[in-house]
């Protein structure tokens, strides 16, 4: 009887946490049917996440002593996390992942995730399980443990871990984390994605080889007198929204830019993230990187970039160009104020430098943007390379709304996503009267220069694009390969003052774009960029983790990926 008794304890502990577990998936997948598909398909990996909740169970219970509490952390906590991983697969396409705990500042952002409970029926729901949550536990016993049954009971989660770590249980091999957790489950995906954290070196990696391909790629030092300002503008969740079919805008968000498109060269840059993460489009501009070969969903700027880096500033300023950094946000955001200094640039200009700008949403202004760019080069008496990066346009688009919209949308959304679409298309319009003013500067000027102007990512609009059918699912694990590069695709232009050389409908990865603007216009290159522009030439520039999508050879990977492990990680 006795016997009996202490086995309907655990049994019921886990047949809780099983329910637990099929609700917590439930929801984080906005689907039922889901869950008992992955429940009837996926039974192994249906076990591993219960073993994991029943792992923090026992944690709990050892170093409280009451299994009551211990039920009630595990269900508390884990709805927490389920459901700002939920909001955040909904709201940037990808789930928490384990470096988002080790963002500090970077991840305050994260109240962003929470403007797009789209119905009352979810936060009914949230509400729901929530009460489900904190009343079930009052069902299991709250009498303490002795001490040393705590201490047994201690030893058998920190097992568990150690084989989870050991061992390779489930695969992570996806080209999407999301499909991860979707396959493995969201605890067993969450621990594959931390067994990922630190890249590790390429098979083929050796300082030996790596010489070789630097002697390979470099040619020789190139003789041009023209020393052209280089300005990149990257200005925030720049796109064109009238690409959301079956709306209705009161006037074109983008006549200007529109206008060069036709005129200068243009094209579409394949960019690593969408609605956030900006500093991860701006690594690879600058440096040639590729965050497809680091963990999906981290931050290059303060994850990896410990030491000095070869990038275009650096490469620039060993050849007489003053290279300035201007941001109009906070300087140590996403640790810019260090990762500049490692890419060579003399100064950075942050938010702090702006002396009672013009504030739109909240935000420095992007034509106060253009103004300091302007400033900046009447001070300089050396070419000029600048990289600037903007604020006005971000999200969330759901409040600091503008006092009068300059564009106004009609068409089969909400009243709330309208206005979403009005507060970003009115940003757009504004950014399109910067870069409008910028250019009409420079064609005054007497020196040449060279205006590359692109968004880092799309905006951050929620389940405005399934609503409005641009997109077919809000889960990018349900993507096609079209839908796939709709939202991983910006506009950009290239405008400058004295070539004659355009091309017109470009498609890249935003890593080879700085390596493009070097060789356009006859500038110094690394054997890196050297590199990246031989992959260019052989029509090979779209390099994704979504294979449907990419047109990299394995060839050009591997070496790839030798290149830049050797930059980021090498001794």
């Given at each position: 009887?006795?016997?009996?008794?202490?086995?309907?304890?655990?049994l019921?502990?886990?047949?809780?946490?099983?329910i637990?577990?099929?609700i917590?998936?439930?929801?984080?997948?906005?689907?039922?049917?889901?869950?008992?598909?992955?429940?009837?398909?996926k039974?192994?990996?249906?076990?591993?996440?219960?073993?994991?909740?029943?792992?923090?169970?026992?944690?709990?219970?050892?170093?409280?002593?009451?299994?009551?509490?211990?039920?009630?952390?595990?269900?508390?906590?884990g709805?927490?996390?389920?459901?700002?991983?939920?909001?955040?697969?909904?709201?940037?396409?990808?789930?928490?992942?384990?470096?988002?705990?080790?963002?500090?500042?970077?991840?305050?952002?994260?109240?962003?995730?929470?403007?797009?409970?789209?119905?009352?029926?979810?936060?009914?729901?949230?509400?729901?399980?929530?009460?489900?949550?904190?009343?079930?536990?009052?069902?299991?016993?709250?009498?303490k443990?002795?001490?040393?049954?705590?201490?047994?009971?201690?030893?058998?989660?920190?097992?568990?871990?150690?084989?989870?770590?050991?061992e390779?249980?489930?695969?992570s091999?996806?080209?999407?984390?999301?499909?991860?957790?979707?396959?493995?489950?969201?605890q067993?995906?969450?621990?594959?994605?931390?067994?990922?954290?630190?890249?590790?070196?390429?098979?083929?990696?050796?300082?030996?080889?790596?010489?070789?391909?630097?002697?390979?790629?470099?040619?020789?030092?190139?003789?041009?007198?023209?020393?052209?300002?280089?300005?990149?503008?990257?200005?925030?969740?720049?796109?064109?929204?009238?690409?959301?079919?079956?709306?209705?805008?009161?006037?074109?968000?983008?006549?200007?830019?529109?206008?060069?498109?036709?005129?200068?060269?243009?094209?579409?840059?394949?960019?690593?993230v969408?609605?956030?993460?900006?500093?991860?489009?701006e690594?690879?501009?600058?440096?040639?990187?590729?965050?497809?070969?680091?963990?999906?969903?981290?931050?290059?700027?303060?994850?990896?970039?410990?030491?000095?880096?070869?990038?275009?500033?650096?490469?620039?300023?060993?050849?007489?160009?003053?290279?300035?950094?201007?941001?109009?946000?906070?300087?140590?955001?996403?640790?810019r104020?260090?990762?500049?200094?490692?890419?060579?640039?003399d100064?950075?200009?942050?938010?702090?430098?702006?002396?009672?700008?013009?504030?739109?949403?909240?935000?420095?202004?992007?034509?106060?943007?253009?103004?300091?760019?302007?400033?900046?080069?009447?001070?300089?008496?050396?070419?000029?390379?600048?990289?600037?990066?903007?604020?006005?346009?971000?999200?969330?688009?759901?409040?600091?709304?503008?006092?009068?919209?300059?564009?106004?949308?009609?068409?089969?959304?909400?009243?709330?996503?309208?206005?979403?679409?009005?507060?970003?298309?009115?940003?757009?319009?504004?950014?399109?009267?910067?870069?409008?003013?910028?250019?009409?500067?420079?064609?005054?000027?007497?020196?040449?220069?060279?205006?590359?102007?692109?968004?880092?990512?799309?905006?951050?609009?929620?389940?405005?694009?399934?609503?409005?059918?641009?997109?077919?699912?809000?889960?990018?694990?349900?993507?096609?390969?079209?839908?796939?590069?709709?939202m991983?695709?910006?506009?950009?232009?290239?405008?400058?003052?004295?070539?004659?050389?355009?091309?017109?409908?470009?498609?890249?990865?935003?890593?080879?774009?700085?390596?493009?603007?070097?060789?356009?216009?006859?500038?110094?290159?690394?054997?890196?960029?050297?590199?990246?522009?031989?992959?260019?030439?052989?029509?090979?520039?779209?390099?994704?983790?979504?294979?449907?999508?990419?047109?990299?050879s394995?060839?050009?990977?591997?070496?790839?990926?030798?290149?830049?492990?050797?930059?980021?990680?090498?001794?």
């Amino acid at each position: 009887m006795i016997q009996t008794k202490f086995l309907l304890g655990p049994l019921k502990v886990l047949l809780y946490l099983l329910i637990l577990l099929l609700i917590f998936e439930g929801w984080h997948r906005s689907s039922v049917t889901e869950v008992f598909v992955w429940l009837l398909e996926k039974p192994l990996n249906v076990l591993v996440n219960l073993a994991i909740l029943f792992s923090l169970y026992l944690l709990f219970k050892a170093l409280i002593g009451r299994p009551r509490i211990a039920v009630w952390l595990v269900s508390v906590l884990g709805l927490i996390f389920h459901t700002v991983s939920r909001q955040k697969l909904t709201m940037k396409g990808e789930p928490l992942f384990p470096w988002d705990f080790n963002l500090g500042n970077e991840a305050a952002d994260i109240k962003e995730y929470f403007e797009i409970f789209s119905s009352n029926t979810e936060i009914l729901v949230l509400c729901l399980l929530a009460l489900f949550c904190i009343l079930v536990p009052f069902v299991f016993t709250n009498h303490k443990q002795a001490l040393k049954t705590r201490s047994i009971l201690f030893v058998i989660p920190i097992t568990l871990v150690v084989f989870f770590f050991l061992e390779e249980v489930g695969s992570s091999d996806h080209w999407h984390q999301s499909i991860s957790y979707q396959i493995n489950g969201v605890q067993q995906g969450f621990i594959l994605a931390m067994k990922e954290m630190n890249p590790k070196p390429p098979e083929n990696y050796s300082l030996q080889k790596l010489q070789e391909l630097i002697d390979k790629y470099e040619l020789g030092e190139e003789s041009t007198e023209l020393q052209p300002n280089i300005i990149f503008v990257m200005n925030e969740a720049f796109w064109d929204p009238t690409r959301l079919e079956n709306l209705t805008f009161s006037e074109d968000p983008l006549p200007f830019f529109r206008e060069l498109q036709k005129s200068e060269t243009a094209g579409e840059l394949l960019v690593p993230v969408l609605g956030g993460s900006t500093a991860n489009t701006e690594f690879e501009i600058l440096t040639g990187n590729s965050m497809n070969f680091l963990p999906q969903g981290s931050l290059a700027y303060s994850q990896y970039v410990k030491k000095q880096q070869p990038a275009l500033a650096s490469i620039l300023r060993d050849h007489g160009y003053q290279t300035v950094a201007i941001h109009t946000y906070l300087d140590w955001f996403y640790q810019r104020k260090y990762v500049y200094e490692y890419f060579g640039f003399d100064d950075f200009i942050s938010s702090k430098d702006f002396k009672e700008p013009k504030l739109r949403r909240g935000f420095i202004a992007d034509n106060e943007m253009t103004d300091k760019i302007i400033n900046v080069h009447q001070q300089s008496d050396a070419p000029l390379f600048v990289f600037a990066v903007t604020m006005q346009n971000h999200s969330p688009f759901n409040m600091n709304h503008y006092d009068e919209d300059r564009i106004e949308v009609s068409g089969p959304l909400s009243d709330e996503h309208i206005q979403k679409v009005n507060t970003y298309s009115t940003g757009v319009r504004d950014a399109d009267d910067s870069l409008k003013n910028l250019v009409e500067h420079f064609k005054t000027i007497d020196e040449p220069t060279v205006i590359i102007f692109f968004g880092d990512h799309l905006p951050l609009l929620g389940d405005v694009y399934s609503e409005i059918s641009f997109i077919s699912d809000q889960n990018p694990t349900h993507w096609s390969k079209e839908e796939y590069l709709k939202m991983y695709s910006v506009p950009f232009i290239v405008w400058d003052n004295f070539s004659d050389k355009k091309e017109q409908d470009l498609m890249m990865n935003a890593s080879f774009l700085g390596a493009y603007i070097l060789d356009q216009y006859g500038l110094p290159k690394s054997p890196y960029m050297n590199f990246l522009n031989e992959v260019r030439r052989e029509n090979q520039p779209v390099f994704s983790v979504n294979k449907a999508a990419s047109r990299l050879s394995k060839s050009y990977q591997d070496l790839y990926q030798l290149f830049q492990y050797h930059y980021l990680f090498g001794k």
